[in-house]
């Protein structure tokens, strides 16, 4: 039993690039959920997916970060022109069909913008 | 609209010791409630969660909270602390229907000393 994964665990670049994160939910979710998490806070909602459709986005997702899930299955968050505010761990949750219920999270992937 | 208040960002007892972590909650919708450890550098692990049962819950490694609907609150206790209890603890909530997204705390930091 293969739980919610995430690639890369740490990722380290310059201010301007971009960069891509991917998450492989649990294969049984169809409810994927990406949050940001940053030193002495609490994770913050970015996005939710129900299969290939993203059906809510936070005020957090200015227009450089966009998130895909194509069919359904893993989704990416990308971030374009990275600003130093960015550094945070990007977590990934999913969930099964059904009301209400908690989020299985992955491990988290590290961003820091030099 | 929901939110969440952890009061303590930090809490130390000694390994022994009663451990009480707070939560108030505020929703316009009856909520559903979760408690969430996280160690360093991982993702959000599910300690135990309310969902309109009994108010009276118990979860993982020894830590039950209890639901009490007048006070808006579910407190994370644990009878007696252990040294691997020392991690970050959020609480949760989310709307008792659908999809709906979970709102985290800002964490409190549960220290367990000799």
Known sequence: ?114 | AQSVTQLGSHVSVSEGALVLLRCNYSSSVPPYLFWYVQYPNQGLQLLLKYTSAATLVKGINGFEAEFKKSETSFHLTKPSAHMSDAAEYFCAVSPNSGYSTLTFGKGTMLLVSP
Not at chain 1, 95 to 102: A, D, I, L, N, V
């Open chain 1, 1 to 114: 039993d293969t739980g919610v994964s995430q690639d890369p665990r740490h990722k380290i670049t310059k201010r301007g690039q971009n960069v891509t994160f991917r998450c492989d939910p649990i294969s049984e979710h169809n409810r994927l959920y990406w949050y940001r998490q940053t030193l002495g806070q609490g994770p913050e909602f970015l996005t939710y997916f129900q299969n290939e459709a993203q059906l809510e986005k936070s005020r957090l997702l200015s227009d450089r970060f966009s998130a895909e899930r194509p069919k359904g299955s893993f989704s990416t968050l990308e971030i374009q022109r990275t600003e130093q505010g960015d550094s945070a761990m990007y977590l990934c949750a999913s969930r099964p069909q059904g009301e209400g219920g908690e989020l299985f999270f992955g491990e988290g992937s590290r961003l820091t913008v030099l």
